[in-house]
C-alpha cells in the first residue's frame, strides 16, 4: 500500500454547521459558511496538518431531497464522501429535534461501517441536559460542539487523531498505482482501455476499496503497474443513463491512493478550471503527473505545427506545475498511448532518486555563491547545509540554517529551479523545508514545509 493521507468527510443535512466546522478545524475560510441553508454546493477540501498528523478535511453540500438533477448531484455527493472517506463526521444541531434527514445520513454513514463520529453542534444555544435523544441515531460517539463559541473541538480533533495513523513516507507495496482522473467524459476510460489493449498480460484484477474505482494490475518492462479508472457514476432514472457525475473526493481518494496520476484532458475543452483544480489537488499530495491531452484525432485540418503552437498556451495554464511533462493521444488510433508506460516509469525512476549529502551541500554552495537569501527588515537569512529526507516517497529535502522564516517565497522559487536544473525530478513535485539549526525537526511538523 502506497503512503495514503487520510480522508475525513464531514456530512449532514443542510445548515447544521458543517462549513463552520470545518473552518473551525482549519482555523481559515476555506469553505463559504452563511446563514441561507444549502450555500455549499460543491465539497471543499483542505489538506490539514495537526501535531504531526497530515489529514484531508472535507465539507459537503447538505442533503436535501433530490427535487431534480442538481440536488440529485448534492445528494449523491454526500454518499460518494462516505464511499471514499477513511472517517466519517455527522454533524446535527442540538436545538432541532432529530429530522428524517438526520436520520437518512447517519444510516448511509452507519451502513459504510467506517469509523464515525457524531457531532452534535450549536450547543451553546441549549441546556445539554434536554438535549432531543441524539443517541437514538444509532452512532456511539458523540462530541458536543459550538463552532462559533470554539468550544468541544479540541476534544473532536483530539479524538480524531487518535483514530488516525501517523503516515510513513515508506512504500510496502510491490504495485506501482497509476490513476487515471479528470473532468467527465474527456476519454479517461478510453485511455484505461486503450492502456490495457497496449498490455496483453493482465496479472490480476484488483477490486477498489471505493465504488466505481476500477483497478487492473498489468506488467510493463517486468514493473507491476495497477492502473486505477476513476469514471463516473451512472445512474438510471432521475439521472439520463451514460452521464457521468464528477466527484472530487472520488477524485481525491485515488489521487491518494496513487503514486503517479494522468490529468486527461480533451483537447476540445481546454483551459477549463476544474482541470488546473485537480492538477493542484495532485501537487498537494505530493504525487507524480502527466498532462494527457486526448482524443487528438478529432482535431481536424491539424499539420506538423499544430501541435508545436498548442503545448505552449496549455503549460501556460498549468505554470503551477511546470514540471508536469505533457503528451498528445489518441485513445481512437492508440497514438503515443505506449509512450505513456515510459512516462510513468521514468518519472516512478525520478521519484526515487537519492542525492548523496556531499553533493547536496556542494550544490547549495554554489547556488547561494550564485544567488543569496535576501530576507526582510534587519533579518540576514543564511543557508548553511541540506539533507534529503530518506524515507519520502516524494522528493524532499531539509535546508537548515539561521533566520530562515524570513527567507523570501521568491528564494524558494529559486532553489527549486536550480534543484530541477542540476537533478532530474521531471514529473514530481517536490517538498522543501527551511530549518532553523537549533531547531530539531521531526516530519511533517514544519511550518515551512511546501510542495514545489
Not at 66 to 89: G, K, N, R, V, Y
Not at 388 to 416: C, M, V
Request: hydrophobic share 40%; charged share 25%.
Amino acid at each position: 500500500m502506497t503512503k495514503k493521507l487520510p480522508i475525513i468527510a464531514i456530512v449532514g443535512r443542510a445548515n447544521v454547521g458543517k462549513s463552520s466546522i470545518f473552518n473551525s478545524i482549519l482555523d481559515n475560510k476555506e469553505a463559504i459558511v452563511a446563514r441561507e441553508p444549502g450555500t455549499t454546493r460543491d465539497s471543499v477540501m483542505a489538506k490539514a496538518s495537526l501535531n504531526g498528523y497530515n489529514f484531508w478535511l472535507v465539507d459537503t453540500a447538505g442533503l436535501k431531497d433530490p427535487e431534480d438533477d442538481f440536488e440529485f448531484t448534492i445528494q449523491e455527493q454526500i454518499t460518494q464522501a462516505i464511499d471514499s472517506a477513511d472517517i466519517i463526521w455527522v454533524i446535527v444541531e442540538a436545538n432541532v429535534p432529530i429530522t428524517e434527514e438526520d436520520r437518512k445520513v447517519a444510516k448511509i454513514a452507519l451502513k459504510s461501517q467506517k469509523p464515525i463520529t457524531l457531532v452534535v453542534n450549536k450547543s451553546d444555544q441549549v441546556n445539554l441536559k434536554e438535549t432531543f435523544g441524539f443517541e437514538k441515531l444509532g452512532i456511539k460517539k458523540i462530541f458536543y460542539t459550538s463552532a462559533t463559541q470554539k468550544t468541544g473541538i479540541k476534544e473532536l480533533v483530539d479524538s480524531l487523531l487518535k483514530e488516525i495513523p501517523k503516515v510513513t513516507g515508506k512504500n510496502n507495496s510491490d504495485y506501482l498505482n497509476v490513476a487515471i482522473v479528470g473532468r467527465p467524459n474527456v476519454g479517461k476510460s478510453k485511455l484505461f482501455n486503450s492502456l490495457l489493449n497496449k498490455q496483453l498480460a493482465i496479472v490480476s484484477d484488483r477490486a477498489g476499496t471505493t465504488r466505481d474505482l476500477n483497478s487492473k494490475t498489468i506488467k510493463y518492462m517486468s514493473k507491476d503497474i495497477s492502473l486505477i479508472d476513476t469514471a463516473g457514476i451512472r445512474r438510471k432514472g432521475k439521472i439520463k443513463a451514460g452521464v457521468e457525475l464528477f466527484s472530487v473526493i472520488r477524485t481525491l481518494s485515488a489521487i491518494e491512493r496513487s503514486d503517479i496520476c494522468l490529468l486527461v484532458m480533451d483537447v476540445n475543452e481546454l483551459n477549463v478550471q476544474l482541470d488546473q483544480k485537480i492538477a493542484g489537488m495532485i501537487k498537494d499530495a505530493g504525487k507524480g503527473l502527466i498532462l494527457v491531452v486526448s482524443k487528438w484525432d478529432s482535431v481536424i485540418n491539424k499539420d506538423a505545427y499544430t501541435r508545436d503552437a498548442l503545448a505552449p498556451k496549455i503549460s501556460a495554464n498549468f505554470d503551477f506545475v511546470p514540471w508536469a511533462p505533457l503528451i498528445f493521444t489518441s485513445s481512437l488510433t492508440g497514438q503515443n498511448v505506449a509512450k505513456i508506460f515510459d512516462l510513468i516509469l521514468q518519472i516512478n525512476k525520478n521519484r526515487q532518486t537519492k542525492i548523496a549529502t556531499s553533493t547536496l551541500n556542494n550544490w547549495l554552495k554554489k547556488a547561494v555563491l550564485s544567488h543569496p537569501p535576501a530576507g526582510t527588515g534587519r533579518y540576514s537569512p543564511k543557508l548553511n547545509y541540506i539533507v534529503q529526507e530518506a524515507d519520502n516517497l516524494t522528493p524532499a529535502f531539509k535546508i537548515f540554517g539561521s533566520s530562515t522564516k524570513h527567507i523570501h517565497w521568491s528564494y524558494k522559487r529559486y532553489l527549486e529551479t536550480k534543484l530541477r536544473q542540476s537533478f532530474n525530478f521531471e514529473g514530481s513535485p517536490l517538498q522543501i523545508w527551511f530549518i532553523e539549526k537549533h531547531v530539531t525537526h521531526k516530519h511533517g511538523k514544519s511550518p515551512t514545509k511546501e510542495l514545489a
